[in-house]
């Protein structure tokens, strides 16, 4: 998990269940589709990380490009862009429905539980069709008696060749 | 095609539509100006050791950047002398040679033919006067490495002209003169014809209206900058070159660091170094900042971001985008990478939203009527400057009007293609 500051151990912490996480999950996938920015930005705590690599999985995201790296405060700037009405990749909205799989969860770190799953998501627009797919790390916590995500990274299988326009949420 | 098309398609305040859409004229364009002219292909410190090398190209062209053993740099085709597989598969490495996957055939990193198996099918060793295609002329300005397929033309210092200024003032705000191409590429598809994208690139003209939705949102001094008062001009630098030239602005802020939107207070180290390598020179240096420039017909060097121009087909190009590293700045790199993150490629707050544009600005230019897109805007008011370059206000095409007649002088010229 590069880059992933570990936190402090909390016994009181309780276990997330895959059936929450699942449940998380699919939630998230439907807001992001529906392009509900309000409901997608609450599910972020304040430490966010929201990242999609380029050029391979792994890479040092402080001293490589990425197609998305996000913080807390640069989330809220590419939704108020998004909420202006004119962000023009995004006008009209791209039509989208991703299927969300193979959930795992794959550790705890401190309070936090990791989770891995894999995703297909069609997007439709004027432009044509275009699949997106690869693999979602979730960092997930329980904020005030809710699931939030810390950390979200999108690993594309075609993250190292020519992309299209991503306007919409991943 | 004959040159009088050209002339009637072609006009000092119009273009026609079909130029971004006949893929004749695309394959003109390969032959007469991809495949000839200086094209912009990589950087040095992308194959910084001996022996390195990286994948790039020239328009649809394969082309393999290598350092040879003794650091000299070379443009190969990747493309084997015996029955044209590709000889390199990785995007970058390092190695002293290439070998064919398909027959085993090995080049030096020179293009040397170094072997053949089985080498009595050919009556022995070194009987064949083979080797991997070269790209004839290299040049290397400032570390920037260009490739021209034809043998014979003008220099790269002649075709860069009044651009190789900018690299330099590009250069210049490293404390080591020297950039650095490190962090990957950003490869972002527009369904569009290359020209849309690099007329683009000095219009001071849309700013204001496809980056709207984040300048209301974002804490940006961008939009000001090609604003109707602003006091920025756009240049026809020649050869088909244009800026935006930001520095009336700067110096009107008149702050070091103003130009990359912070103080020097958020920089301290390397305002230091900078003070500390070019004295009392440093503050005209630090407000000025970085050149914006359109490097005909590929470069494109905006502040802190430099794209590369690839087209693939009369309306298919691809932008290869990364972020300008200063040698000796770490403190700046950091900032300049994530603001360019942010910016640039695919989910960029700024570029998505150009190629949204490049690609309904394809479509466009293939509906019949009008016919012409129109590129009169600022012709009334241009000046000529000190240097005898045309200038013309931020938000004046005067730089397209500088990449048509440049464009057209090449499609128009005599003489072969290689």
């Known amino acids: 998990m590069t880059g992933l500051v570990d936190r402090p151990a909390d016994a009181a912490a309780p276990?997330?269940?895959?059936?929450?996480?699942?449940?998380?999950?699919?939630?998230?996938?439907?807001?992001a589709d529906e392009h509900d920015y309000d409901g997608?930005?609450?599910?972020?705590?304040?430490?966010?990380?929201?990242?999609?690599?380029?050029?391979?999985?792994?890479?040092?995201?402080?001293?490589?490009?990425?197609?998305?790296?996000?913080?807390?405060n640069r989330i809220s700037t590419r939704l108020k862009q998004l909420r202006t009405g004119r962000r023009h990749a995004q006008v009209p909205f791209s039509r989208l429905r991703r299927v969300v799989s193979n959930v795992e969860i794959l550790g705890r770190e401190g309070s936090d539980t990791m989770v891995e799953a894999n995703f297909v998501l069609v997007e439709s627009r004027e432009r044509g069709k275009?699949?997106?797919?690869?693999?979602?790390?979730?960092?997930?916590r329980i904020v005030d008696g809710a699931v939030r995500m810390a950390y979200k990274k999108v690993a594309l299988v075609d993250n190292a060749r020519v992309l299209p326009t991503l306007g919409f949420l991943i | 095609m004959p040159s009088a098309r050209y002339d009637a398609l072609i006009q000092p305040?119009?273009?026609?539509?079909?130029?971004?859409?006949?893929?004749?004229?695309?394959?003109?364009e390969l032959a007469k100006i991809w495949y000839r002219t200086w094209v912009y292909v990589g950087h040095v410190s992308e194959i910084a050791e001996p022996n390195d090398y990286v994948r790039k190209n020239i328009g649809p062209q394969d082309v393999i950047m290598t350092r040879d053993a003794d650091g000299e740099v070379h443009l190969l085709l990747n493309r084997c002398a015996h029955r044209a597989n590709l000889v390199c598969e990785a995007d970058k490495g390092n190695s002293s040679s290439f070998r064919c996957p398909y027959h085993g055939w090995t080049y030096r990193n020179t293009g040397d033919l170094l072997g053949y198996p089985f080498h009595q099918g050919y009556g022995g060793r070194g009987k064949l006067e083979l080797g991997l295609g070269r790209v004839?002329?290299?040049?290397?300005?400032?570390?920037?490495?260009?490739?021209?397929?034809?043998?014979?033309?003008?220099?790269?210092?002649?075709?860069?002209?009044?651009?190789?200024?900018?690299?330099?003032?590009?250069?210049?705000?490293?404390?080591?003169?020297?950039?650095?191409?490190?962090?990957?590429?950003?490869?972002?598809?527009?369904?569009?014809?290359?020209?849309l994208l690099a007329e683009n690139e000095t219009d001071g003209y849309h700013p204001q209206f496809v980056h709207a939705s984040v300048f209301s949102v974002a804490q940006?001094?961008?939009?000001?900058?090609?604003?109707?008062k602003s006091t920025a001009v756009t240049r026809n630098l020649g050869n088909g070159h244009s800026e935006n030239d930001l520095r009336p602005e700067f110096r009107r802020l008149g702050v070091p660091m103003g130009w990359f939107g912070t103080t020097e207070a958020k920089v301290p180290q390397?305002?230091?170094?900078?003070?500390?390598?070019?004295?009392?020179?440093?503050?005209?240096?630090?407000?000025?900042?970085?050149?914006?420039?359109?490097?005909?017909p590929n470069l494109f060097i905006a502040e802190i971001q430099m794209f590369t121009i690839q087209p693939l087909a009369v309306d298919l190009t691809v932008q290869h985008v990364t972020a300008v590293q200063l040698k000796g700045a770490p403190e700046m790199n950091r900032r300049m990478l994530q603001q360019c993150i942010g910016s640039v490629g695919p989910a960029g707050l700024l570029l998505a939203d150009d190629t949204e544009m490049y690609e309904r600005n394809q479509t466009g230019v293939a509906e019949l009527r009008p016919e012409w897109v129109d590129i009169r805007r600022g012709l009334g008011r241009e000046s000529v400057d000190e240097h005898g370059f045309t200038v013309g206000?931020?938000?004046?095409?005067?730089?397209?009007?500088?990449?048509?007649?440049?464009?057209?002088?090449?499609?128009?010229?005599?003489?072969?293609?290689?």
């Open chain 2, 13 to 28: 305040t119009r273009v026609h539509g079909s130029m971004y859409t006949a893929p004749e004229i695309f394959a003109d």
């Open chain 1, 130 to 140: 275009e699949i997106w797919a690869g693999r979602y790390t979730y960092r997930l």
């Open chain 2, 136 to 195: 004839p002329r290299v040049g290397v300005y400032q570390g920037f490495v260009f490739g021209s397929l034809a043998a014979e033309g003008p220099t790269l210092l002649e075709h860069l002209g009044a651009a190789a200024g900018e690299i330099d003032r590009l250069v210049r705000l490293s404390p080591e003169g020297e950039i650095e191409v490190t962090t990957g590429f950003l490869k972002h598809r527009a369904r569009a014809n290359w020209k």
């Open chain 1, 40 to 72: 997608w930005e609450s599910l972020w705590t304040d430490d966010a990380v929201y990242w999609v690599p380029a050029n391979g999985d792994d890479i040092d995201r402080m001293a490589q490009m990425s197609v998305i790296h996000d913080n807390r």
């Open chain 2, 393 to 418: 206000a931020a938000t004046d095409e005067t730089g397209m009007r500088g990449f048509w007649s440049h464009y057209k002088s090449l499609m128009t010229a005599d003489g072969a293609a290689r």
């Open chain 1, 15 to 31: 276990d997330l269940d895959i059936r929450t996480v699942e449940q998380f999950l699919y939630r998230e996938a439907r807001l």
């Open chain 2, 270 to 296: 390397y305002v230091a170094r900078m003070r500390e390598v070019h004295g009392d020179a440093a503050e005209e240096i630090l407000i000025d900042g970085a050149p914006h420039v359109m490097i005909f």
């Open chain 2, 220 to 228: 940006s001094g961008i939009g000001a900058l090609y604003g109707e």
